[in-house]
């Protein structure tokens, strides 16, 4: 990271104005013992200002610790250099996840909580997917906000829902949705690994032995969609993709700190 030069420095009147503040209070600090309380309250009231000119100005005070490497611009909710934000993010490899022709992966980010969510998504000429995020009491839900290959009838349906872990036990939340969820048998149901067909280290809901007709709840598989389930260090993630037109890449979801 470039520091800011002294050109650049002399260029910003906010940060003339912060030199002097922090000269003066340690000027009246040097001179606090001779002159009683008077000069230390000053010293007090100065450096307070000093703190919330950089509080309130810190792009004017550094100009250049806000650019960008290729001068390109930076992603609005995490701050994170556009141009360099893919290498934020794991992502599948192009054999595993094919895309369209005349389509591409880009870096699209979401509120999180107090975080960001990162994540890739594809667009498809004038057409992008892009979700959409609320909060609940035990999970957040992405929903379709645009899809680049689904049609408008999609646009709410969700499409990713994540849970905090519980230490210890991976597959709680997995199996919750089944055990709490309504007309659903759990002891014919399982947590097991996905198999080839998803993501590496990829986990299904299944109805055991893959006994026929057996409903285990709304996140397991399903003739309909892909349901399947990953996992980071602190959270698991319920994915329910159409099948076949994966529009957002499940392995690419990672929360970053703003900056």
Not at 72 to 81: E, Q, V, Y
């Amino acid at each position: 990271m470039t520091l800011t030069t002294e050109k650049t420095r002399s260029k910003s009147p906010e940060y003339i104005a912060l030199f002097a503040s922090l000269a003066a209070a340690l000027f009246l600090s040097a001179c606090g013992s001779k002159e009683g309380t008077g000069a230390s309250k000053q010293t007090e009231i100065l450096t307070s200002i000093a703190a919330d000119t950089i509080a309130s100005k810190p792009d004017s005070l550094y100009p250049d610790l806000d650019a960008c490497p290729d001068d390109g611009p930076r992603l609005p909710l995490s701050r994170i250099c556009a141009g360099r934000a893919v290498n934020y993010l794991q992502t599948s490899a192009p054999e595993d996840l094919p895309i369209p022709d005349g389509c591409h992966w880009e870096v699209r980010e979401l509120p999180f909580a107090v975080d960001v969510m990162l994540y890739h998504a594809l667009t498809c000429g004038d057409r992008e997917t892009r979700l959409s995020y609320s909060a609940g009491a035990h999970k957040a839900t992405f929903t379709y906000q645009a899809s680049a290959l689904q049609d408008d009838g999609m646009i709410g349906k969700t499409v990713v829902e994540v849970f905090s872990k519980v230490p210890g036990q991976d597959d709680f939340r997995m199996r919750t949705t089944y055990t709490e969820a309504e007309g659903v048998d759990p002891t014919f149901c399982e947590v097991r690994d996905a198999g080839p067909q998803y993501p590496l280290n990829a986990r299904i809901i299944a109805a055991r032995d893959d006994l026929p007709n057996v409903n285990c709840g709304p996140n397991a598989v399903s003739d309909e969609s892909d349901h399947f389930w990953l996992s980071d260090e602190n959270n698991i993630y319920a994915f329910s993709l159409s099948k076949g037109q994966w529009d957002i890449d499940p392995v690419s979801f990672i929360p970053v700190t703003p900056r």
